[in-house]
């Protein structure tokens, strides 16, 4: 069982910083192309950002393009999702996912592992 670990969502202040982490104890982690998805109340799951399995490319919502960052460290088995100037409108549950195989990247169907989520609220 792939197992996906989440951490670092919170309250902030619109305009603020947070930093979300994911991580696959005990599995090669370079297997895995990573994605981040957000859901907010009443609305759909959205693709937020995805890195290919060797980090060399990033792929991002429009809506978060130059303030969000996707990275990988391979040897850490963690995946980052740096999110800057933050605004009210990225409130949700945050989660992240695990695709083995393929590159349709911003489509959650396409993903086989899925973390629990966690809450990132940001207040005006």
């Known amino acids: 069982q792939v197992q996906l670990i989440e951490s670092g969502g919170g309250l902030v202040q619109a305009g603020g910083s947070l930093r979300l982490s994911c991580t696959i104890p005990?599995?090669?982690?370079?297997?895995?192309?990573m994605g981040w998805f957000r859901q907010a109340p009443g609305k759909e799951r959205e693709f937020v950002a995805a890195?290919?399995?060797?980090?060399?490319?990033?792929y991002y919502a429009d809506s978060v393009k130059g303030r969000f960052t996707i990275s990988r460290d391979n040897p850490k088995s963690t995946a980052y999702l740096q999110m800057n100037s933050l605004k009210p409108e990225d409130t949700g549950v945050y989660y992240c996912?695990?695709?083995?195989?393929?590159?349709?990247?911003?489509?959650?169907?396409?993903?086989?592992?899925w973390g629990q989520g966690t809450q990132v609220t940001v207040s005006s």
């Open positions: 996912a695990a695709m083995v195989g393929g590159s349709a990247y911003s489509t959650p169907s396409a993903y086989s592992y």
């Open positions: 005990g599995r090669t982690f370079s297997s895995y192309a």
């Open positions: 890195i290919t399995y060797s980090g060399r490319s990033t």
